[in-house]
């Protein structure tokens, strides 16, 4: 009985430990936030013209925002191991859009 309590205890660090802790949470958020920007940015544009390219810009803001939230979940499914990364390797994530 012994055994089988250590071997679970050791089976649930073993999980937790997978948990977090590689960067990849504040690197996937990064990529979030990075395009919640860009989308700002068309909304402005939007904001500054009106008809058909107005709405076509609000378009491409709602899409940004979507591929941004896809983006952070993608790195955060990965499990990527942003704290051995290079800062230009974590921009080069962070910032394709």
Same mark, same amino acid.
């Given at each position: 009985?012994? /055994?089988?309590? /250590?071997?679970?205890?050791?089976?649930? +660090?073993?999980?937790? $430990?997978? +948990?977090?802790?590689?960067?990849? !949470?504040?690197? $996937?958020? *990064?990529? *979030?936030?990075? #395009?919640?920007?860009? %989308? $700002?940015?068309?909304?402005? =544009? #939007?904001? &500054? @013209? @009106?008809? #058909?390219?107005?709405?076509?810009?609000?378009? *491409? %803001?709602?899409?940004?925002?979507?591929? $941004?939230? %896809?983006?952070?979940?993608? /790195?955060? !499914?990965?499990?990527? &191991?942003?704290?051995? =990364?290079?800062?230009?390797?974590?921009?080069?994530? @962070?910032? %394709? =859009?």
């Amino acid at each position: 009985m012994r /055994i089988k309590m /250590i071997a679970g205890v050791a089976a649930a +660090c073993l999980a937790l $430990g997978a +948990c977090g802790g590689s960067g990849d !949470d504040k690197l $996937g958020e *990064q990529a *979030q936030e990075n #395009a919640d920007n860009k %989308a $700002g940015e068309l909304e402005a =544009m #939007a904001d &500054n @013209t @009106t008809g #058909a390219q107005a709405e076509s810009l609000e378009a *491409q %803001a709602d899409s940004v925002e979507a591929a $941004g939230e %896809a983006k952070e979940e993608a /790195i955060d !499914d990965a499990d990527v &191991n942003a704290d051995a =990364m290079s800062n230009a390797q974590k921009n080069a994530v @962070t910032n %394709a =859009m």
